[in-house]
């Protein structure tokens, strides 16, 4: 049986199962994607175009479809954990004079 996520809804609670993808391949037609349950995924399984059997093919997750801005994100996420930049001081900058609001001209001074 697959993993199970829970969520609320409308007063009633909502089930359904966790669906992955397993990819098979066949040894005349090449590869092909199967949604299942996560866990149920057997070893092998029936080709779609010749209903020849495919067997299971195991490979990395698909996480490296990220962008590269978010990949390099990432990385600096990671970094920062181990040895995170720490600043000793105020960077120097021009300091912009604020002007006063033009109603705080008409109040009486003490």
């Not at 829970?6 to 949604?35: D, I, N, Q, W």
């Not at 995924?41 to 990395?60: E, I, L, N, Q, T």
């Not at 600043?87 to 009486?108: C, D, F």
Request: contains cysteine.
């Amino acid at each position: 049986m697959g993993i199970l996520e829970t969520s609320p809804g409308r007063g009633e609670e909502c089930r359904r199962l966790l669906m992955a993808t397993y990819e098979y391949r066949c040894g005349h037609c090449g590869t092909f994607e199967v949604k299942l349950p996560i866990g149920t995924a057997p070893k092998a399984w029936d080709c779609p175009v010749c209903a020849g059997a495919a067997s299971r093919v195991y490979s990395a997750p698909g996480l490296a479809r990220t962008s590269s801005a978010a990949a390099a994100l990432h990385t600096r996420e990671e970094q920062s954990r181990e040895a995170p930049e720490v600043v000793s001081e105020v960077p120097p900058g021009r300091t912009a004079r604020r002007q006063p609001h033009p109603a705080l001209s008409r109040l009486p001074r003490l």
